[in-house]
């Protein structure tokens, strides 16, 4: 099972941009799937992003789309999510995931979570 440890998270106004980190532990991090979910306050967690095991595909939610971009690092066991023209609706905190195959859509893997409050 791979180790995931988010940091990139703070407090930013509205319009404004951060970009999110995620190391991974382990040998096998290019053999997994990842993705990026949200909570917000008194919400389910939701789907934000995810990236397959090449880095050549990548997936999003509506509500992201166009304003965020995933990559990995698959030399560096490491995922990113740039998030630009951030919204106040965009305040959760962040978690990222790991899953098995080529492009997953089940996480078995998950981080602590890093918070990003938006306001405006």
């Known amino acids: 099972q791979v180790q995931l440890v988010e940091s990139g998270g703070g407090l930013v106004q509205a319009g404004g941009s951060l970009r999110l980190s995620c190391a991974a532990s382990?040998?096998?991090?290019?053999?997994?799937?990842m993705g990026w979910f949200r909570q917000a306050p008194g919400k389910e967690r939701e789907f934000v992003s995810r990236i397959s095991r090449s880095g050549g595909t990548t997936s999003y939610a509506i509500s992201v789309k166009g304003r965020f971009t995933i990559s990995r690092d698959n030399t560096n066991n490491m995922v990113y999510l740039q998030m630009n023209s951030l919204k106040p609706e965009d305040t959760a905190v962040y978690y990222c995931?790991?899953?098995?195959?080529?492009?997953?859509?089940?996480?078995?893997?998950w981080g602590q979570g890093t918070q990003v409050t938006v306001s405006s």
């Open positions: 382990g040998r096998t991090f290019s053999t997994y799937t």
């Open positions: 995931a790991a899953g098995p195959g080529t492009f997953s859509q089940d996480f078995g893997s």
